[in-house]
C-alpha cells in the first residue's frame, strides 16, 4: 500500500556532495518520523539522521556537520543532503518511515536501498 522510492545514489569522490531523495507513495494519511540509514558491507545497519513530525532532528555523531536530513510534507518526500564524503561513507542507504495510511493502518517502511561510493 505504501512504498518509499530512492534515488540520488552513485559514485562520487572523495571530498564531493550527493543528494538522497525517498517519495513515498499510495494509501498515505501522514508520515511520522523519517530517517535514513546505512549499512557498509560487513557492518550492521546503522541510523544516519532522522526528523519527527514535529520537527525534532537527530544526527549520528558522525554525520554531524556533514549530513543534511529534510522534508517536504507536501510531496512526502525526505532528503540527505551529503557533503565532505569520504569513503568510510561508502553504504547502502537506506529510507525509513512510520506512515499511517488512509485505512488507519500504520506501517514502518523501507525504501530499496541505494548505493553511495566514494572512491577516487
Known amino acids: 500500500q505504501v512504498q518509499l522510492v530512492e534515488s540520488g545514489g552513485g559514485l562520487v569522490q572523495p571530498g564531493g556532495s550527493l543528494r538522497l531523495s525517498c517519495a513515498a507513495s499510495?494509501?498515505?494519511?501522514?508520515?511520522?518520523?523519517v530517517a535514513w540509514y546505512r549499512q557498509a558491507p560487513g557492518k550492521q545497519r546503522e541510523l544516519v539522521a532522522s526528523?519527527?513530525?514535529?520537527?525534532?532532528?537527530n544526527y549520528s555523531d558522525s554525520a554531524k556537520g556533514q549530513f543534511t536530513i529534510s522534508r517536504d510534507n507536501a510531496k512526502n518526500t525526505m532528503y540527505l543532503q551529503m557533503n565532505s564524503l569520504k569513503p568510510v561513507d561508502t553504504a547502502v542507504y537506506y529510507c525509513n518511515a512510520g506512515v499511517l495510511t488512509t485505512r488507519w493502518e500504520v506501517f514502518d517502511c523501507w525504501g530499496q536501498g541505494t548505493q553511495v561510493t566514494v572512491s577516487s
Open positions: 526528523i519527527s513530525s514535529h520537527g525534532v532532528y
Open positions: 499510495g494509501s498515505i494519511f501522514s508520515i511520522n518520523t
